[in-house]
């Protein structure tokens, strides 16, 4: 959803800047815009910095500043000088809307939310904030989600943030029927709220910048969930449901194949066997070291004359496409000692075999 | 807030009527807690979005673990961005999962819709005894652990808690069945977090499953406990144990500030009943067959005592004929008798409306032995009269 995202931003600062070459006396700035779309940024900025030592106040030249350095990778930069640009000219929306991109990138999404609020406060119609704030929100109701159902996606963070540089850059050129909303924002001294302005300038670059976002999606493995389609809200969660099940469906096999090959590997008395249903990061129960946990279970194995572990009901929980929870009522009887435990197997997917990366049995 | 003024205005009633020590034991945060998040839940269904995605924060910043809150934010704020479609609407949730926190949800507001029954007492409680001073009721069906503190002998309402039971319901049988056994019990032991792996959570009270009665009908299994939670979570779904009753790690440390060892009662049920007048007259009939018991075993008129005894009676392996028996022999070398019971407690069993598990101190005199024990009866109601079924020590 946030590749949706980046190209607002894109389309703002490309929107901005277009307008710069209507000002006579800002050469200068164009000059760094072309650099700028040309990748070539420490050009770029030396050329805006030159500008800036004379204006250091102007606005269009900040922007372009903050977009260089958001290319850059200087985050934090850029993103002091878009909230100084939101100090300075609240009534602007699009330095709102950046910081916003740029606290999202970061994972705080809380700060992305107050950003926007703010744009809609000063442009109430602003859309690209409304639909960016929509995002947001979908954003930390996925927060919220995981957190309640423990589901860990501790990276998808930062490939949103890859995300967004690129597509800041890549769709840019092809924004030319976008400079409608620029109107609104090149009277820096005395600007028109978008509202005032009529409606159909606004709408439009909305849709424009809409329709692409639909391809990049797909490609996206983890960060685009269902919510992805931008425009229609009332029937797609279902079809991404299906997609979801399906490998779930052809994968559970290869799981419990595992689990009972494992079991088989115990039953056998096969120490070697039996370890290598274990991943390398396995947890071991009260974190002793591997090769102390291993040798326990050497032990274990070989002391009785006989061991049989019988597995029924066993049900598998995908947490994503390589993580698996698999739980099941485990009989083991063993020459000295029987018993019966509800089992569960934390698994994961490593080399095409599903090992097993935490194991506990249940009350 | 209706319910947790409720609590507060408990709370006022019993600062003047305390008798027993220790009752500094309000659990107004656990019940705070509930009403937040049922109003939350209340507000996502009337699209009433600001102020409770206010009450949800302020619930998780006191408890960020409480993962059905964080599935309510999650509602709360997805609803922002596109009509929801289900309770608990994260695109890519396990159903199972989702079903489990619909489950807790549905019995939380239940319990927060449901008002709390300060007036009432539960049918069980016929008699505390003086050193008794709170009894535990457990309703599986309301997932609810209720909270009575002993004032004179008779309950009075102090908190309940919400709680998890056994997967597979209630009346366990055998081990493995994993469900919850239905009865009254005791608790037995206390084991101290340290002692506990992370899933019992903040300390753990074996109880005395199985019980007497439970070992007359051949019930098995064993580690029936009331426990907290995992670290890692505030709560668990209502059918979620393999047997044992289940509590916050807060509410079982307010809880276990009150449980005696070895005295407290713990009294499971699946289908709470309340105390009625039909009650009150069969506990007056068994107090007053007790009494006559007394008298008639202290008479030396040994016919007249062992009609207190049920035709099938049973002590362990010991039926009617050999303990009449046995009692006509030992009461034919007595010139006297003396029996005196004291501390005596009765509690109906539940689910079994004709029976009650009776304690007290026997202290026992004769002209050839003395002796003072804690003994147990399970008395039964056979047609209107009371008669022991079970007889030994307690």
């Not at chain 2, 992370?198 to 580690?223: I, K, M, Q, V």
């Not at chain 2, 005894?309 to 039926?319: E, H, Q, W």
Request: aromatic content about 8%; proline content about 6%; some cysteine.
């Amino acid at each position: 959803m946030f590749n949706r995202f980046c190209q607002y931003a894109a389309l703002c600062g490309g929107a901005l800047l277009l307008c710069c070459s209507l000002s006579a006396r800002a050469d200068e700035v164009q000059d760094a815009n072309k650099l700028f779309k040309q990748g070539q940024y420490d050009q770029a900025m030396a050329k805006v910095d030159s500008f800036l030592a004379g204006k250091p106040k102007d606005a269009q030249a900040r922007f372009l500043k903050g977009l260089i350095l958001t290319e850059q990778g200087k985050t934090g930069d850029a993103i002091h000088i878009f909230t100084s640009l939101t100090e300075d000219y609240p009534e602007l929306p699009e330095p709102y809307n950046n910081l916003a991109v740029l606290y999202a990138g970061q994972g705080q999404y809380d700060k992305a939310r107050v950003a926007l609020e703010m744009a809609i406060r000063t442009h109430p119609s602003y859309a690209t904030a409304h639909e960016n704030l929509g995002d947001i929100y979908a954003k930390m109701a996925s927060q919220a989600y995981d957190r309640a159902l423990q589901l860990d996606r501790s990276n998808t963070s930062t490939k949103t943030k890859l995300a967004l540089i690129k597509e800041l850059f890549s769709s840019d050129h092809s924004r030319a029927g976008t400079h409608n909303v620029a109107t609104g924002t090149v009277n820096v001294a005395k600007p028109q709220p978008a509202a005032e302005t009529p409606a159909a300038p606004v709408v439009t670059p909305v849709a424009v910048a809409a329709a692409p976002v639909v391809e990049p999606v797909p490609a996206k493995p983890v960060a685009a969930p269902a919510p992805a389609p931008a425009k229609p809200v009332a029937a797609e969660p279902a079809p991404a449901k299906v997609a979801a099940a399906k490998p779930a469906a052809t994968n559970s096999a290869d799981v419990l194949k595992s689990v009972h090959d494992w079991a088989a590997a115990w039953s056998a008395k096969n120490v070697k066997k039996y370890l290598s249903f274990y991943a390398p990061d396995f947890d071991t129960p009260g974190n002793e070291s591997r090769s102390a946990w291993e040798a326990v279970r050497h032990d274990r194995l070989s002391k009785p004359k006989y061991i049989h572990v019988k597995i029924s009901d066993a049900s598998v929980k995908f947490t994503d496409d390589t993580h698996a929870t698999v739980t099941f009522r485990q009989e083991y009887r063993a020459s000295h000692l029987s018993s019966s435990a509800s089992k569960t197997l934390l698994m994961v997917k490593s080399g095409g075999k599903w090992l097993i990366l935490k194991e506990h049995a249940k009350d | 807030m209706r319910r947790a003024s409720f609590a507060l205005l408990s709370a006022a009633l019993f600062s003047q009527t305390v008798l027993a020590g220790d009752l500094n034991v309000m659990p107004d945060e656990s019940r705070k807690m509930e009403a937040l998040l049922a109003k939350s839940m209340l507000a996502v269904a009337n699209s009433h979005l600001d102020l409770a995605l206010n009450d949800v924060d302020s619930l998780l910043k006191i408890n960020p673990n409480f993962k059905l809150a964080q599935l309510v934010k999650g509602d709360l704020l997805l609803a922002r961005s596109k009509p929801l479609t289900s309770f608990g609407d994260a695109p890519d949730a396990p159903q199972s999962r989702v079903a489990d926190f619909r489950d807790e949800a549905r019995v939380r507001l239940q319990r927060y819709q449901e008002q709390q029954p300060i007036s009432l007492e539960p049918r069980y409680l016929w008699k505390m005894n003086a050193s008794q001073h709170y009894a535990i009721v457990v309703d599986t069906s309301k997932s609810t652990l209720y909270l009575y503190q002993n004032v004179n002998g008779e309950p009075r309402y102090v908190a309940d808690y919400y709680i998890t039971s056994g997967k597979k319901g209630a009346a366990k049988v055998s081990e493995g069945d994993q469900k919850t056994p239905i009865g009254v019990y005791f608790v037995k032991s206390s084991l101290p977090k340290r002692e506990l792996a992370d899933l019992y959570g903040d300390g753990a009270y074996p109880l005395s499953y199985p019980n007497e009665w439970d070992r007359r009908f051949g019930r098995n299994g064993h580690g029936i406990w009331l426990h907290g939670t995992p670290s890692n979570t505030y709560s668990r779904p209502p059918r979620a144990s393999n047997g044992c009753v289940v509590l916050a790690n807060d509410d079982l440390l307010d809880v276990g500030k009150i449980i005696q060892v070895g005295i407290t009662p713990v009294i499971i049920t699946d289908n709470m009943h309340w105390s009625d007048a039909q009650d009150k007259s069969d506990r007056a009939a068994l107090l007053q067959s007790l009494e006559q018991w007394r008298k008639d075993w202290a008479s030396r008129d040994t016919d007249a005592y062992l009609r207190h005894y049920a035709p099938d009676f049973a002590s362990g392996k010991t039926r009617f004929a050999s303990w009449a028996q046995q009692k006509k022999l030992v009461n034919a070398h007595k010139s006297w008798i003396k029996v005196n019971l004291s501390d005596i407690s009765v509690f109906a069993y539940p689910d079994q409306p004709n029976l009650a598990v009776v304690d007290f101190e026997q202290d026992y005199d004769s002209n050839n032995l003395s002796n003072r024990m804690k003994k147990r009866q399970y008395w039964i109601k056979h047609g209107d009269r009371w008669q022991i079924i079970y007889e030994g020590a307690a």
